[in-house]
């Protein structure tokens, strides 16, 4: 019972590096979600996806880009890396709004 | 912008003691979840709440939602240091569009022996 899967759990970037994590479900979820997750400033929500080839800007979206090309997959990608980005980042799911969202266990991400 | 205000930010306690952790807002929310993240892992939903002052009891935790639908409260009672993590709230706005949720900063809790 996987849930939802992140990957890669660590990565370590360069300045100006391209990146792409990925998040799966196996729950037919319809909502899918990013997060970034900072010390004292709780979750804050990057993208957000209402179904399979949707996508929507959430509360900190520059500099992220996302897509749902599958239901069961939202890729979330840095063009260009920051280390203002470096962060742990969070995909969630949920069947609808506005139900429980379940999370992965994260990507730890630097950026140096 | 919506905005959900956790306190205490951060509570270090003996195993034990009462302690009530709370979440407050201007606005109104359609519901009121709070998580439980430990180290490393990602959050897990602890309970929901929909109705304005309902009360949620799951052993020794209680979960109220204000009467306005603004606020909540978490209350341990008898806390034990299997209760240690990150607890969060997150509202339901109800101008909600596609299942957003609003969080919390978060409340670190650390129960010592």
């Known amino acids: 019972n996987a849930g939802v899967t992140q990957t890669p759990k660590f990565r370590v970037l360069k300045t100006g590096q391209s990146m792409t994590l990925l998040c799966a479900q196996d729950?037919?979820?319809?909502?899918m979600y990013w997060y970034r997750q900072d010390p004292g400033m709780g979750l804050r929500l990057i993208h957000y996806s209402v179904g399979e080839g949707t996508t929507a800007k959430g509360e900190v979206p520059d500099g992220y880009n996302v897509s749902r090309l599958k239901k069961q997959n939202f890729l979330l990608g840095l063009e260009s890396a920051a280390p203002s980005q470096t962060s742990v980042y969070f995909c969630?799911?949920?069947?609808?709004?506005?139900?429980?969202?379940?999370f992965g266990d994260g990507t730890r991400l630097s950026i140096l | 912008t919506q905005l959900l205000e956790q306190s205490p930010q951060f509570l270090s306690i003996q195993e034990g003691e009462n302690l009530t952790v709370y979440c407050n807002s201007s606005s109104v929310f359609s519901s009121l979840q709070w998580y439980r993240q430990e180290p490393g892992e990602g959050p897990v939903l602890l309970v929901t709440?929909?109705?304005?002052?309902e009360v949620k009891k799951l052993k020794r935790l209680t979960f109220q939602f204000g009467d306005a639908r603004k606020d909540s409260s978490l209350h341990i009672t008898a806390a034990q240091p299997g209760d240690t993590g990150l607890y969060l709230c997150a509202g339901d706005s109800v101008q909600n569009q596609g299942g957003k949720l609003i969080f919390g900063q978060g409340t670190e809790l650390s129960v010592k022996p």
């Open positions: 709440v929909v109705t304005g002052g």
């Open positions: 729950m037919n979820h319809e909502y």
């Open positions: 969630a799911s949920s069947y609808r709004s506005p139900q429980p969202q379940h």
